[in-house]
């Protein structure tokens, strides 16, 4: 062997990993390819192994060295497609779904490019030209009920990221919305508080307000039955123009708390006659409570249940990669839907009362 060729390092494989925590190359494969039970101690070594030798997997080898793939079906490429609507105004932000998305697609050996609708005169030409890049498998960051994807979604494995879109019935992964209102009700009632009120945006996305709204329901029903009768269900829009039937509420039910699934009722509360004369400034947490069922980066303070939306994109990409290394596309006959389970964050916006 040559200096050249002995200065080349050999490739980090399975073997190399396996030796290095001393497991099997099989429990190694399981780990990395995400199949199969692995405990979770030895999950974190097989992971922290690949991580210090520079693991990186070749998706295109995966899938052709498994010989799964239907009749028909082309080589996978090694990139994935993220479709998402035109910022509004234009934004250089990224969202934590697209962070957590590329964040996993790079560990597992994928590339991720973006794909903007306003960029396209139609989604037709947009799948059009994803499907010629030789793209499988695409990610749709969620948005409103009514936009008609006119994909061709037999050429892909195709995820939508965030609430589930009607007209579009694949697969999705999305917040555990029931579970994070419970969460929010929960942590009210274990602080004291008696009269919980729960205000909901109007996101016009049925996979958001429908599970909200259903959760409400059930929540107030039970509280009834330990607390007495409670504020009834506020619905506003996301903007100030709702301020006035907000203040109404809030004089009419008496809450001492808002658990609420948008950080706009918090302005409106401490501003108080700044957005509507009825509506008196209030203290928060002193004179009533709040809690956001939405990550809010801009209130630290603010005591709220995370939606982890970051780990919306990487279950999201480790859902993509299962399947197409197994050669699977196409519309599903039955959509798979994951849902990720939120966390309570304490703030200072609740009190012990």
């Known amino acids: 062997m040559n200096a050249e060729n002995a200065s080349v390092p050999s490739p980090v494989n399975y073997r190399r990993i396996a030796e290095a925590c001393g497991v099997g190359k099989t429990t190694v494969g399981r780990v990395l390819q995400g199949t199969g039970y692995v405990a979770e101690k030895t999950r974190e070594k097989v992971l922290q192994a690949a991580k210090k030798l520079g693991y990186r997997p070749d998706p295109a080898l995966g899938a052709l060295t498994r010989r799964r793939w239907p009749l028909g079906a082309k080589p996978q490429t090694a990139t994935l497609a993220w479709i998402h609507q035109p910022l509004l105004p234009p934004s250089h ?29 139609t989604t037709a030409a947009l799948g059009h030209v994803i499907y010629h890049r030789g ?8 948005f409103r009920d009514g936009i008609n994807l006119e994909l061709d979604w037999e050429h892909f494995f195709t995820i939508f990221v965030g609430p589930e879109n009607d007209l579009a019935r694949v697969h999705n992964v999305q917040a555990d919305f029931r579970s994070a209102l419970h969460q929010g009700v929960q942590a009210c009632c274990s602080r004291g508080y008696q009269r919980i009120g729960i205000a909901l945006m109007n996101y016009r996305a049925s996979g958001t307000d429908v599970p909200f709204h259903a959760q409400a329901l059930f929540e107030i029903d039970r509280l009834g039955q330990t607390l007495g009768a409670q504020p009834a269900i506020h619905h506003y829009e996301p903007s100030d123009d709702s301020v006035r039937d907000f203040a109404t509420w809030v004089r009419r039910e008496r809450p001492d708390v808002v658990i609420s699934t948008n950080v706009q009722p918090y302005y409106w509360l ?50 993509a990669h299962q399947q197409l290394q197994h050669g699977i596309v196409g519309r599903p006959e039955i959509p798979l839907r994951l849902l990720v389970p939120p966390v309570l964050i304490p703030g200072a916006t609740l009190r012990q009362r």
């Open 135 to 142: 793209i499988r498998g695409v990610l749709i960051q969620a």
């Open 270 to 319: 401490t501003g108080g006659d700044y957005f509507d004369r009825r509506l008196r400034a209030r203290r928060i947490p002193e004179e009533i409570g709040f809690l956001c069922l939405r990550d809010i980066t801009e209130l630290p303070d603010c005591s709220q249940v995370s939606l982890r939306p970051v780990e919306q994109g990487r279950q999201a990409v480790d859902l």
């Open 93 to 121: 932000q990224l969202a934590p779904e697209f962070v957590g998305a590329r964040q996993r697609a790079a560990e597992l050996g994928y590339q991720l490019d973006e794909f903007s609708l306003g960029d396209y005169p």
